[in-house]
């Protein structure tokens, strides 16, 4: 076959595909469906492993064969199984309308084992349950609308979406919660529409809460979710209102305000809303010669230039209040301004700084300066009158309104103010310093800051390193307040102070070990004659450092141990001193070398040496007639950082027990001798060894059997064996001699 497709372009292309069929001839027929197609329904909330349809396939004639049936193509996902057997079709999993509303499956039929098939196409409608509520794509909205919009005009439209089909999917639309009568909805498009004409002033915004519902069976509602959609509407405002002005139309200010000075508030209202209500300030006339600066946004007026009563005393400015809106419209005042006279012409001090000294400590009434001050006004404003302004210390002092005396009120203490600024005022319009200087006497002892000092220094301190700057106070001036410093009591020459500074200093290396701690006293005295002083206890506590290394009792230690002891028995306990504290003096023990077996443990903190192991006297000797030996290298060591060791030998001797026999160097000797050799001649030489150590090892022999006639001698401490008679060949031709080595 050749198939061609074409494309539906305005001019098509197209492209063939050449397809070859071939028949296969097969052993039989196959079975074959009652239909080409099947369709079924089935809802979507169907529970698992419900029936859906059944299919069935016919056997040709006179088969014997039994048919099946499987799923061939179609269910990806698994939703569907069919009974081999019967044909029957059941749901395998949860459908669902909105993920597929229509499988088709693919199902073939065979006969027992035979590779011929047959098949049909199986629809499968998935059918829609309401099971979705509408749901609003956008949760709120805010729009804003004119007054003058007519009733009809839609505003806005809701709009949600349903997952579901067919009515399960038509929504309805219903406003839940409205604040007035002004709008209503179209329950099937959604549009919001105006009932009424509404006003910015009657209410500015309305907030409506749509709700959406489908026309299931039974109904859903967005409301199921907690779903809603809240629209805000904003009416916009008109400028229908004019601004009217609140303040005041009078105003006053003296004749000596400077320049920026505020002079009056102008304050207009506008009900609109936004721009419509916005407003600016203007002056209109009344201004010509700019003294007077009015803020256009706050409405605040201050002066420009300096004013003159004498020149003018009255400004009448006609000021304007006007909105943003549009068109804008606008309110006027007119604006009366007092200009206010004041004594242009000030008493004048004969000096501006009055400088003085008095000693402190002094009774009240001590007389300290005498101002003057001249006024070329007349009349009321030249008679002068002093006075004290208040400030810091003024109580202290006392002036003569009249005759501008001071003299002072109280006893002065230097330490508590030393200088005094004081103003004074004729008619609180002149004013001169007074600059007062109270002079000191030797009232206070120098103070330490503690009563007592402990620090803690560490003993490899270099000589010379500070530890401590001390510092005391002496509230005195000059001489009387300089403080020097000076230590008593002993200090073992280990520390100085610097007189001056106050700071402790080392004076050689310190050693915790020749003493841990120092107590002495510092001493402050300042300069005057009648040398005043305080003192502070100061507690020197000297901190440890690993400068000690741990020393054995001994360099060497001897012990001896029984061979074939059973394992962790004590040998001997060794013993170290660490001159340090803590961590630092804390020693910890182990063998460094000469344990290469693991013979041997040491307890770490006690110090106990001890067998780890059974030991062999033999195996530990060289040779059989000297004594067995380990020679182990212990290392003590403290826990300080860095840790410091030292070492000591330990000479072992494993003392040998009678645990071996004795062993012929072979267990059979043949040796061969003429019948004429002589008696006393050297017949033969046993030999035996025995591994054990001293008398242990003292091997004698003895014939035992096979000498009844004595024809030989065996030399018990040597082993020579000896003729003692003679051979004859002939009578006897071999001895059988058994030698005993004990």
């Given at each position: 076959?050749?198939?061609?497709?074409?494309?539906?372009?305005?001019?098509?292309?197209?492209?063939?595909?050449?397809?070859?069929?071939?028949?296969?001839?097969?052993?039989?027929?196959?079975?074959i469906?009652?239909?080409?197609?099947y369709?079924?329904?089935?809802?979507?909330?169907?529970?698992?492993?419900?029936?859906?349809?059944?299919?069935?396939?016919?056997e040709?004639?006179n088969?014997?064969?039994?048919?099946?049936?499987?799923?061939?193509?179609?269910?990806?996902?698994?939703?569907?199984?069919?009974?081999?057997?019967?044909?029957?079709?059941?749901?395998?999993?949860?459908?669902?309308?909105?993920?597929?509303?229509?499988?088709?499956?693919?199902?073939?039929?065979?006969?027992?084992?035979?590779?011929?098939?047959?098949?049909?196409?199986?629809?499968?409608?998935?059918?829609?349950?309401?099971?979705?509520?509408?749901?609003?794509?956008?949760?709120?909205?805010?729009?804003?609308?004119?007054?003058?919009?007519?009733?009809?005009?839609?505003?806005?439209?809701?709009?949600?979406?349903?997952?579901?089909?067919?009515?399960?999917?038509?929504?309805?639309?219903s406003?839940?919660?409205?604040?007035?009568?002004?709008?209503?909805?179209d329950?099937?498009?959604?549009?919001?529409?105006?009932?009424?004409?509404?006003?910015?002033?009657?209410?500015?915004?309305?907030?409506?809460?749509?709700?959406?519902?489908?026309?299931?069976?039974?109904?859903?509602?967005?409301?199921?979710?907690?779903?809603?959609?809240?629209?805000?509407?904003?009416?916009?405002?008109?400028?229908?209102?004019?601004?009217?002005?609140?303040?005041?139309?009078?105003?006053?200010v003296?004749?000596?305000?400077?320049?920026?000075?505020?002079?009056?508030?102008?304050?207009?209202?506008?009900?609109?809303?936004?721009?419509?209500?916005?407003?600016?300030?203007?002056?209109?006339?009344?201004n010509?010669?700019?003294?007077?600066v009015?803020?256009k946004?706050?409405?605040?007026?201050?002066?420009?230039?300096?004013?003159?009563?004498?020149?003018?005393?009255?400004?009448?400015?006609?000021?304007?209040?006007?909105?943003?809106?549009?068109?804008?419209?606008?309110?006027?005042?007119?604006?009366?301004?007092?200009?206010?006279?004041?004594?242009?012409?000030?008493?004048?001090?004969?000096?501006?700084?009055?400088?003085t000294?008095?000693?402190?400590?002094?009774d009240?009434?001590?007389?300290?300066?005498?101002?003057?001050?001249?006024?070329?006004?007349?009349?009321l404003?030249?008679?002068?009158?002093?006075?004290?302004?208040?400030?810091?210390?003024?109580?202290?002092?006392?002036?003569n309104?009249?005759?501008?005396?001071?003299?002072?009120?109280a006893?002065?203490?230097?330490?508590?103010?030393?200088?005094?600024?004081?103003?004074?005022?004729?008619?609180?319009?002149?004013?001169?310093?007074?600059?007062?200087?109270?002079?000191?006497?030797?009232?206070?002892?120098?103070?330490?800051?503690?009563?007592?000092?402990?620090?803690?220094?560490?003993?490899?301190?270099?000589?010379?390193?500070?530890?401590?700057?001390?510092?005391?106070?002496?509230?005195?001036d000059?001489?009387?307040?300089?403080?020097?410093y000076?230590?008593?009591?002993?200090?073992?020459?280990?520390?100085?102070?610097?007189?001056?500074?106050?700071?402790?200093?080392t004076?050689?290396?310190?050693?915790?070990?020749?003493?841990?701690?120092?107590?002495?006293?510092?001493?402050?005295?300042?300069?005057s004659?009648?040398?005043?002083?305080?003192?502070?206890?100061?507690?020197?506590?000297?901190?440890?450092?690993?400068?000690n290394?741990?020393?054995f009792?001994?360099?060497?230690?001897?012990?001896?141990?029984?061979?074939?002891?059973?394992?962790?028995?004590?040998?001997?306990?060794?013993?170290?001193?660490?001159?340090?504290?803590?961590?630092?003096?804390?020693?910890?023990?182990s063998?460094?070398?000469?344990?290469?077996?693991?013979?041997?443990?040491?307890?770490?903190?006690?110090?106990?040496?001890a067998?780890?192991t059974?030991?062999?006297h033999?195996?530990?000797?060289?040779?059989?007639?000297?004594?067995?030996?380990?020679?182990?290298?212990?290392?003590?060591?403290?826990?300080?950082?860095?840790?410091?060791?030292?070492?000591?030998?330990?000479?072992?001797?494993?003392?040998?027990?009678?645990?071996n026999?004795?062993?012929?160097s072979?267990?059979?000797?043949?040796?061969?001798v003429?019948?004429?050799?002589?008696?006393?001649?050297?017949?033969?030489?046993?030999?035996?060894?025995?591994?054990?150590?001293?008398?242990n090892?003292?091997?004698?022999?003895?014939?035992?059997?096979?000498n009844?006639?004595?024809?030989?001698?065996?030399?018990?401490?040597?082993?020579?064996?000896?003729?003692?008679?003679?051979?004859?060949?002939?009578?006897?031709?071999?001895?059988?001699?058994?030698?005993?080595?004990?």
């Amino acid at each position: 076959l050749t198939v061609s497709a074409w494309d539906g372009g305005g001019l098509p292309s197209a492209t063939n595909a050449a397809i070859t069929v071939n028949i296969l001839r097969t052993a039989l027929a196959p079975a074959i469906f009652e239909r080409s197609r099947y369709t079924f329904s089935v809802p979507e909330d169907t529970p698992e492993d419900s029936p859906v349809g059944t299919v069935k396939a016919r056997e040709p004639p006179n088969s014997l064969e039994v048919v099946s049936y499987r799923i061939s193509s179609g269910d990806p996902h698994g939703r569907f199984s069919i009974d081999p057997q019967f044909g029957i079709i059941r749901t395998k999993k949860q459908l669902d309308h909105e993920t597929q509303s229509v499988v088709v499956l693919t199902i073939q039929s065979h006969l027992g084992n035979s590779p011929a098939y047959s098949s049909t196409q199986v629809n499968v409608s998935v059918i829609d349950v309401n099971d979705n509520p509408p749901v609003f794509l956008t949760k709120s909205d805010k729009v804003t609308i004119s007054h003058t919009q007519p009733p009809g005009t839609a505003v806005y439209i809701a709009h949600a979406e349903d997952k579901d089909s067919g009515l399960n999917g038509v929504i309805k639309y219903s406003i839940t919660s409205k604040q007035s009568n002004a709008f209503s909805i179209d329950p099937s498009l959604g549009v919001i529409n105006l009932t009424r004409t509404v006003f910015a002033d009657e209410q500015q915004e309305y907030t409506l809460h749509i709700a959406a519902e489908d026309c299931g069976s039974p109904p859903l509602t967005s409301l199921l979710i907690l779903d809603s959609l809240a629209v805000k509407i904003v009416i916009l405002d008109i400028n229908d209102n004019s601004p009217s002005f609140t303040s005041s139309p009078l105003s006053y200010v003296m004749e000596d305000a400077e320049v920026g000075f505020l002079v009056h508030h102008i304050i207009a209202k506008d009900p609109d809303e936004g721009r419509n209500g916005q407003v600016t300030y203007h002056i209109l006339s009344g201004n010509e010669n700019k003294a007077f600066v009015l803020d256009k946004i706050t409405g605040l007026l201050t002066t420009a230039q300096l004013l003159d009563r004498e020149i003018q005393e009255r400004y009448s400015l006609t000021v304007t209040a006007l909105d943003d809106g549009s068109p804008a419209l606008s309110a006027t005042q007119v604006l009366t301004i007092i200009v206010l006279d004041v004594n242009d012409e000030t008493p004048i001090f004969l000096k501006q700084l009055y400088e003085t000294a008095v000693r402190e400590n002094q009774d009240p009434g001590e007389f300290v300066i005498k101002v003057e001050a001249v006024d070329r006004d007349a009349g009321l404003n030249s008679l002068l009158q002093y006075e004290i302004l208040p400030g810091t210390g003024y109580e202290k002092f006392r002036m003569n309104l009249d005759s501008g005396e001071v003299v002072t009120t109280a006893s002065l203490d230097r330490e508590t103010q030393e200088v005094f600024s004081i103003k004074g005022s004729p008619s609180r319009s002149s004013t001169a310093q007074l600059y007062l200087t109270v002079l000191d006497e030797n009232d206070h002892n120098p103070l330490f800051a503690k009563t007592q000092y402990q620090i803690s220094v560490r003993e490899d301190l270099e000589e010379g390193s500070a530890i401590l700057d001390l510092f005391a106070s002496d509230k005195d001036d000059g001489l009387n307040g300089e403080v020097t410093y000076s230590l008593i009591d002993d200090t073992f020459g280990a520390f100085a102070v610097d007189s001056v500074t106050g700071s402790i200093v080392t004076t050689k290396m310190l050693d915790r070990e020749t003493k841990s701690q120092y107590i002495f006293r510092a001493v402050a005295s300042d300069c005057s004659t009648h040398l005043p002083r305080s003192t502070t206890v100061m507690t020197v506590l000297i901190q440890d450092v690993n400068d000690n290394v741990p020393r054995f009792e001994q360099s060497s230690y001897k012990a001896s141990v029984w061979e074939g002891q059973s394992p962790k028995t004590d040998i001997i306990q060794v013993f170290a001193t660490d001159l340090d504290s803590g961590l630092n003096g804390e020693i910890e023990y182990s063998i460094l070398s000469g344990n290469e077996n693991a013979a041997f443990l040491i307890d770490s903190s006690r110090g106990i040496l001890a067998t780890n192991t059974g030991l062999d006297h033999e195996n530990t000797s060289s040779y059989r007639e000297t004594a067995a030996s380990h020679r182990l290298v212990l290392l003590a060591s403290d826990r300080g950082t860095p840790s410091l060791n030292s070492t000591a030998t330990v000479l072992i001797t494993v003392l040998d027990i009678n645990d071996n026999p004795p062993l012929f160097s072979s267990p059979e000797y043949h040796i061969h001798v003429k019948e004429s050799i002589p008696v006393g001649s050297h017949v033969a030489q046993v030999s035996a060894n025995d591994c054990d150590a001293g008398t242990n090892a003292e091997i004698t022999y003895a014939i035992i059997s096979g000498n009844d006639r004595g024809h030989f001698h065996l030399d018990g401490k040597t082993g020579s064996v000896d003729l003692m008679k003679t051979l004859d060949y002939e009578d006897t031709m071999k001895f059988t001699l058994v030698i005993q080595a004990t």
